[in-house]
């Protein structure tokens, strides 16, 4: 089992930024691999970001190729998703969850947070 808390989210300003992170518990094995998810009403559940257990491989959508910054933390068991240049569109519950391979689908990935709520506003 591996259980996934996020936090940091909130109000961020359009053009602003804001840091996201995930805390990672529990039994890994097999799932080091972390995505971060977005999911806005009415949408579908969207993966963006992933990186490997080693953090040696990162991933990026092309929605946020740039502008997002994944890493992690191995010895906090801590990952982190620092967001810039955020834009309205990008008001969503945020994810991160645990899986066996690096991907934008859903599929690979087992374990889920609860989300943060992130809101793009002026």
């Known amino acids: 089992q591996v259980q996934l808390v996020e936090s940091g989210g909130g109000l961020g300003q359009p053009g602003g930024s804001l840091r996201l992170s995930c805390a990672v518990s529990g039994s890994r094995l097999g799932y080091d691999v972390i995505g971060w998810f977005r999911q806005a009403p009415g949408k579908e559940r969207e993966g963006f970001a992933c990186?490997?257990?080693?953090?040696?491989?990162?991933n990026y959508a092309d929605s946020v190729y740039g502008r997002f910054r994944i890493s992690r933390d191995n010895a906090k068991n801590m990952v982190y998703l620092q967001m810039n240049a955020l834009n309205p569109d990008e008001t969503a519950v945020y994810y991160c969850?645990?899986?066996?391979?690096?991907?934008?689908?859903?599929?690979?990935?087992?374990?889920w947070g609860q989300g943060t709520q992130v809101t793009v506003s002026s």
């Open positions: 969850a645990a899986g066996t391979v690096c991907s934008g689908s859903p599929t690979p990935y087992d374990y």
């Open positions: 990186i490997s257990g080693d953090a040696v491989s990162t």
